[in-house]
């Protein structure tokens, strides 16, 4: 070992809780991105598998009733390579020890001879005929329940109630994120997704012979919108309003969101650890270097060139790093690890294998070493500049001057050391600067933090206390009249009832089209209310509509211009 080896580790020693804190800064940013970057492509790997194994349809389209006939027309489109024809019911589903039922999606299942959306079976076996109608489960509402092969659930269809008999737990690559169509959120205990045989659910809602639902694949997907154009003119007649593909698809626009927040996440949070970590390492070497002034001098007198001298200090740089990398490969397979049980409990795959990959590791250590070497090289630069006669005596000090502040006789109260200070800050104005920038960046991080949770506390109090003020809110399948509200007003504990309206519809307003949900109501509607910016009630106005602040800011539409929307679905 040679005397600058011996060197190099005493002065890693030295540096101690310098060390540490520079490696614990690298260690947050590179564990960050190294879990981050391999839980996205663990993400991206599941998915592709999942959708590509199991044919994930490119384009869906729904009408409210059409015959075969209609789906046979649609195959013949070019570009399209598969087509299903299907039956989609919602339903209620009884559940034991849940008082309130939940909401199931029944989907038709055409058995061997289906081809799309296929079904990855989990347990027990696909739906077959027999004397009790069997049923396979989505697995997130099986787990949420405790349900098991051979139970049976109670169901409410199309007016009609079963019986139905639980065969088997599956999964779908269209239904990776099971959410319901009435709340945002996922919520297993009161939402699933049930397959029934295609002739028993056609015989449940009296669709023989007939489909709601069709799932498509293409030969070429550049050609999506003109064949989506083509779908949506022979289905308009039927009820449909827009097909739309994978990209609005609600699963694959969660699992694709959060795929993008992995991928942002690995850049952005590391970045800032990172940037910390360098300007501190840059501050230590600066001052290292100076301490260093007799020592590099001697050496030098030995015979030890500049770039020697330059290599070792970029063998202490090179270990402090490390000191924070390597574990860093440790903590960040774990948080992935962490990550991807997180992930099963709301993307449901066949499975999620996490693994670090090789590409995290080599971005961990390019972003751990390479700025590391770049803010080092500018702390330094000075080991060539010092001369061995120069470097061993004590460094000269700084030229000071008066200052504007003291020309002018601001001064003239401040104490010597206050006088210093002032001094040494405008000594060094880029210092100043970065110090004042990493000040506020840390004090605007604090306050990021807690005005988020004033902003969710102040949104949850404008939306359910001022504008949604009701208990629970009771959604049916199809419109009916007011003499409803008579029939509930008898059930215990209400005391006041009111109706809405509420159609999905196709906005146009000149070459825009967009799809939404109009809403109408009483006007003297007192739970469910429109308020603006300020608080005060919207009332609204006969033969218009009032839409969000978003049209005004995207489109540039204003108060008294004309939209045409579309009531073609269930108007």
């Given at each position: 070992?040679?005397?600058?080896?011996?060197?190099?580790?005493?002065?890693?020693?030295?540096?101690?809780?310098?060390?540490?804190?520079?490696?614990?800064?690298?260690?947050?940013?590179?564990?960050?991105?190294?879990?981050?970057?391999?839980?996205?492509?663990?993400?991206?790997?599941?998915?592709?598998?999942?959708?590509?194994?199991?044919?994930?349809?490119?384009?869906?389209?729904?009408?409210?009733?059409?015959?075969?006939?209609?789906?046979?027309?649609?195959?013949?489109?070019?570009?399209?390579?598969?087509?299903?024809?299907?039956?989609?019911?919602?339903?209620?589903?009884?559940?034991?020890?849940?008082?309130?039922?939940?909401?199931?999606?029944?989907?038709?299942?055409?058995?061997?001879?289906?081809?799309?959306?296929?079904?990855?079976?989990?347990?027990?076996?696909?739906?077959?005929?027999?004397?009790?109608?069997?049923?396979?489960?989505?697995?997130?509402?099986?787990?949420?329940?405790?349900?098991?092969?051979?139970?049976?659930?109670?169901?409410?269809?199309?007016?009609?109630?079963?019986?139905?008999?639980?065969?088997?737990?599956?999964?779908?690559?269209?239904?990776?994120?099971?959410?319901?169509?009435?709340?945002?959120?996922?919520?297993?205990?009161?939402?699933?997704?049930?397959?029934?045989?295609?002739?028993?659910?056609?015989?449940?809602?009296?669709?023989?012979?007939?489909?709601?639902?069709?799932?498509?694949?293409?030969?070429?997907?550049?050609?999506?919108?003109?064949?989506?154009?083509?779908?949506?003119?022979?289905?308009?007649?039927?009820?449909?309003?827009?097909?739309?593909?994978?990209?609005?698809?609600?699963?694959?626009?969660?699992?694709?969101?959060?795929?993008?927040?992995?991928?942002?996440?690995?850049?952005?949070?590391?970045?800032?650890?990172?940037?910390?970590?360098?300007?501190?390492?840059?501050?230590?070497?600066?001052?290292?270097?100076?301490?260093?002034?007799?020592?590099?001098?001697?050496?030098?007198?030995?015979?030890?060139?500049?770039?020697?001298?330059?290599?070792?200090?970029?063998?202490?740089?090179?270990?402090?790093?490390?000191?924070?990398?390597?574990?860093?490969?440790?903590?960040?397979?774990?948080?992935?690890?962490?990550?991807?049980?997180?992930?099963?409990?709301?993307?449901?795959?066949?499975?999620?294998?996490?693994?670090?990959?090789?590409?995290a590791i080599v971005f961990g250590f390019v972003a751990g070493l390479v700025p590391g070497w770049i803010s080092a090289f500018g702390a330094l630069r000075r080991v060539f500049s010092l001369q061995p006669a120069e470097a061993l005596r004590p460094p000269s000090p700084p030229p000071f001057q008066k200052g504007l502040f003291e020309k002018l006789g601001l001064t003239k109260r401040l104490s010597v050391f206050s006088k210093m200070i002032l001094r040494s800050m405008l000594f060094r104005p880029f210092r100043l600067v970065l110090s004042v920038l990493g000040m506020a960046a840390a004090l605007a991080i604090l306050i990021n933090g807690a005005f988020w949770s004033d902003v969710v506390d102040y949104m949850i109090d404008r939306q359910f206390h001022e504008m949604r003020r009701e208990d629970f809110s009771v959604r049916l399948a199809h419109p009916k009249d007011l003499s409803v509200f008579s029939e509930l007003n008898h059930v215990p504990g209400v005391i006041l009832i009111e109706g809405e309206r509420s159609v999905p519809v196709r906005l146009q307003y000149k070459n825009f089209k967009k799809d939404?949900?109009?809403?109408?109501?009483?006007?003297?509607?007192?739970?469910?209310?429109?308020?603006?910016?300020?608080?005060?009630?919207?009332?609204?106005?006969?033969?218009?509509?009032?839409?969000?602040?978003?049209?005004?800011?995207?489109?540039?539409?204003?108060?008294?211009?004309?939209?045409?929307?579309?009531?073609?679905?269930?108007?």
């Open positions: 070992m040679t005397g600058l080896h011996r060197k190099l580790f005493r002065d890693y020693k030295s540096m101690g809780a310098q060390v540490f804190t520079i490696a614990l800064l690298i260690s947050g940013g590179v564990s960050v991105l190294v879990s981050s970057w391999s839980s996205y492509q663990s993400l991206e790997k599941a998915k592709d598998s999942f959708y590509q194994d199991y044919q994930f349809a490119d384009i869906f389209a729904e009408v409210v009733r059409a015959p075969e006939s209609i789906a046979h027309l649609v195959s013949r489109l070019d570009g399209v390579e598969k087509l299903e024809s299907r039956i989609i019911k919602e339903g209620l589903v009884e559940v034991s020890g849940q008082v309130e039922p939940a909401l199931g999606r029944f989907i038709s299942w055409r058995g061997d001879h289906q081809s799309l959306n296929s079904i990855y079976l989990r347990l027990g076996h696909m739906p077959q005929a027999g004397s009790q109608i069997e049923v396979l489960v989505h697995e997130a509402f099986a787990a949420a329940h405790h349900l098991k092969i051979g139970d049976t659930l109670g169901v409410s269809i199309a007016g009609q109630k079963k019986k139905l008999l639980i065969s088997g737990l599956g999964l779908s690559p269209e239904y990776v994120y099971a959410l319901s169509p009435i709340t945002p959120l996922p919520d297993d205990k009161h939402f699933g997704v049930f397959w029934l045989r295609q002739e028993d659910l056609a015989a449940l809602t009296g669709m023989a012979g007939a489909f709601n639902s069709l799932q498509l694949k293409v030969t070429n997907s550049s050609s999506l919108s003109e064949l989506k154009q083509q779908i949506d003119v022979i289905l308009q007649p039927y009820g449909s309003i827009q097909s739309y593909d994978r990209s609005r698809q609600l699963s694959h626009i969660f699992v694709e969101d959060e795929i993008r927040q992995q991928r942002v996440m690995a850049m952005v949070i590391p970045a800032i650890f990172l940037a910390v970590a360098m300007f501190i390492l840059n501050i230590i070497l600066s001052r290292m270097v100076s301490l260093h002034r007799a020592q590099i001098a001697t050496l030098k007198s030995l015979g030890y060139g500049a770039w020697s001298l330059l290599l070792h200090y970029f063998q202490l740089v090179t270990l402090v790093l490390l000191s924070g990398i390597v574990p860093s490969l440790f903590l960040g397979a774990w948080i992935g690890h962490w990550y991807a049980g997180l992930y099963e409990e709301f993307f449901r795959f066949p499975s999620i294998d996490f693994s670090l990959s090789t590409s939404i949900s109009l809403s109408g109501s009483s006007k003297e509607s007192s739970l469910s209310r429109t308020l603006d910016q300020e608080g005060r009630v919207i009332e609204p106005v006969k033969g218009g509509i009032l839409l969000s602040r978003y049209f005004e800011t995207a489109l540039g539409l204003k108060v008294g211009d004309r939209g045409f929307p579309n009531f073609s679905r269930g108007g």
